[in-house]
């Protein structure tokens, strides 16, 4: 019944649109279109992050749309519904719902249409599932200013948070880069690569990395926190050459610790991690950190989204550890740039 209440308020939008679910191909060939191609927007992204949240229960609704302007594709709008425990919450597959992407000929004039067409369909949706209040979330998209969603939706009454992000500039030369990083951080990954082999699992790479991989993240976490579909999907995403796991090995060939990062052309994206407790003294995530950025300069990507940079301040108070993890990322970064939560009323 919910599925089909929210169908028709997404077919009676003021908006030429097709669902992502049955429209796949499409979404990546209008993705390729983008001037900047963000993880977050991919097709494999919004798979696995939909499946990452089916895992925790409640009744997820993909409601990603492309949207069609002149007849044309125009824009991508990841968009997601959930139930649980009667709560409805509208998000982007778990996230603060992200703002809808454009095709590189989109005209201003067109793109400022979309969006109050996008505000007006979100704000039915959350009416007609008693939601109360939303958020959105704008990250870096290697533009200048404000973006027309930010504008519309302040406003329109939207209370504006700023959080930060670390970033690094793959362009810039490796020494450049290097003369970034915190200055412990140069003698640590020396000690690194003393310590332990590095290397890559992509496309070409045995299966059994994989499994060693997903049985160290089993180990560290103590429990099974994931479903075999989001380690499957990690893992075509790899031989999909849209992702890579960098390794560590002791002197025994034991795996040790890893990472893995998406890709597109535009951005990498350090996604998920996991290393030995027994070794936490030791330069573990450094050695990983370096190599992955030495891969993506390979691959020719643009940035390097390592992640968020939390501070005690922050309207929504981190843990003792994400604020540890957000300092860890900082001493890396060539670029924090802002990251606008932006929480909407229902109106």
Request: aromatic share 12%; with cysteine.
């Amino acid at each position: 019944m919910l599925l089909d209440q929210l169908n028709n308020i997404v077919k009676s939008a003021k908006l030429p649109i097709i669902k992502r679910v049955e429209n796949k191909d499409l979404w990546e060939e209008t993705f390729l279109r983008l001037p900047y191609k963000p993880v977050a927007y991919s097709n494999a992204s919004l798979d696995y992050q939909l499946v990452y949240q089916q895992g925790h229960g409640g009744s997820w609704f993909d409601l990603s749309v492309i949207i069609f302007w002149n007849n044309k594709p125009a824009a991508l709008w990841p968009l997601s519904l959930s139930m649980n425990d009667g709560v409805a919450k509208l998000t982007s597959q778990g996230l603060p719902v992200l703002p809808p992407v454009f095709v590189s000929n989109c005209p201003l004039i067109s793109r400022k249409r979309i969006i109050k067409s996008c505000l007006e369909l979100a704000n039915s949706i959350v009416i007609d599932s008693q939601i109360s209040e939303w958020r959105s979330g704008e990250s870096f998209t290697n533009s200048i200013g404000m973006s027309e969603w930010h504008m519309q939706s302040m406003a329109h009454g939207a209370v504006c948070n700023l959080n930060h992000e670390c970033y690094i500039d793959i362009q810039l030369d490796i020494s450049e880069i290097k003369k970034n990083f915190r200055k412990s951080y140069k003698s640590l990954i020396v000690s690194g690569q003393n310590l332990w082999s590095v290397g890559v699992f992509d496309s070409d790479g045995n299966y059994q990395v994989w499994q060693e991989f997903r049985a160290l993240h089993c180990k560290v976490a103590g429990r099974v926190t994931r479903s075999v579909e989001t380690w499957n999907l990690h893992h075509q995403e790899i031989k999909s050459k849209r992702a890579f796991l960098v390794w560590l090995r002791n002197s025994k060939g034991e795996m040790v610790g890893g990472g893995f990062f998406n890709v597109t052309t535009d951005e990498g994206l350090y996604a998920v991690a996991a290393y030995d407790r027994t070794l936490f003294d030791k330069p573990l995530g450094h050695l990983v950190q370096y190599r992955a950025i030495t891969e993506l300069k390979k691959l020719g990507v643009r940035w390097y989204k390592i992640g968020a940079r939390p501070y005690i301040q922050d309207s929504t108070k981190p843990t003792d550890k994400e604020i540890s993890i957000g300092k860890f990322k900082q001493g890396f970064a060539t670029h924090i740039f802002p990251y606008y939560c932006l929480t909407h009323k229902a109106v």
